[in-house]
């Protein structure tokens, strides 16, 4: 499962403070080079996994869409440095050096969990731009519509599960030595509301532990304080959007499910929600089909695809 996901893709370097990393990286374009010609779809994925969640819907993307997608570092098989800052502005850094490698100016999201952030992030770059707040800036990228899955949207709604408590704690660092594959099973039987086959749950670990991973988990976790941090920005380019947005949610997940969606509604004119019932926090593994005609609906209704 891993080795073909990693044969189809490739690595760029990502330069931070004169260091070069490689960062793991998949484009379509490169099996379909029919796809030049179609609009560029960015997929981010969330914490722990890696780019590998997006397989299940992949092929199907890959009729109407362009689709790029990267392992932000830290994770999957992208470099995990464990003498790094992680947080989400870097991971928007790596995304957008990408994008310029490909000279891409304009593109459309499909986000989930940790990426949901990632995407605020670059949706409020795309806000200060237009807003004229950031006049130096030499960035042209224009986002064209955003489709979030279960996220932490709103600090203030994120259940964490007792892993990540405990991982963003002092004791992180000691605690992530005894972490076990037993354990990553338990908390993903926790917030998904469909079994997750073993085979791709072996998978998910596997990627976790490539490089040494698990030791930086304790600073990847680190995105939870950064929400409450950013959260006036994250949340407050939510609130003022303009563009196509719908968010895509399995209701039943303990983190990000159906307490989550209400606040969105509260906070975000016009909301554009999707329910997915009897499903839970990855709702692209969980429920693929599901997903793909939500995405694919909302894409037609905006003239972004035509199905």
Known sequence: ?????????????????????????????????QA?????????????????????????????????????????????????????????????????????????????????????????????IQTERLSTSSSIE?????????????????????????????????LIKFYSYEKFKKTFSHICAQPIAEEELASYWQLLQYNNGTKVMPKLIRYMQERKQYRDRWVGVLENITMPLRLIDGINDPISGQHMVERYRQLVKQPDIVELKNIGHYPQVEAPNKVLAAALEFWKKHHIVTV
């Open 36 to 128: 030049i010609n179609k609009p560029v779809l960015l997929l981010i994925h969330g914490f722990p996994t890696a780019s590998l969640d997006w397989q299940h819907i992949w092929d199907e993307l890959s009729h109407y869409f362009r689709l790029l997608t990267l392992d932000m570092i830290g994770f999957g098989l992208s470099d995990k440095p464990e003498v790094y800052e992680y947080t989400i502005h870097d991971q928007a850094d790596i995304f957008q050096t990408l994008l310029n490698n490909f000279n891409i100016t304009d593109y459309h999201i499909l986000a989930h969990d940790y990426g949901d952030t990632v995407a605020q992030e670059l949706l409020a770059r795309q806000l200060d």
């Open 142 to 174: 224009k986002i064209h519509s955003t489709i979030l899955l279960n996220g932490g949207l709103f600090p203030e709604t994120h259940r964490p599960v007792l892993m990540q408590k405990l991982l963003i704690s002092s004791i992180g660092p000691w």
């Open 1 to 33: 499962m891993i080795s073909q996901w990693q044969d189809l893709g490739d690595f760029f370097v990502y330069r931070k403070n004169e260091v070069d990393y490689r960062i793991f990286y998949r484009d379509s374009l490169q099996n379909h080079p």
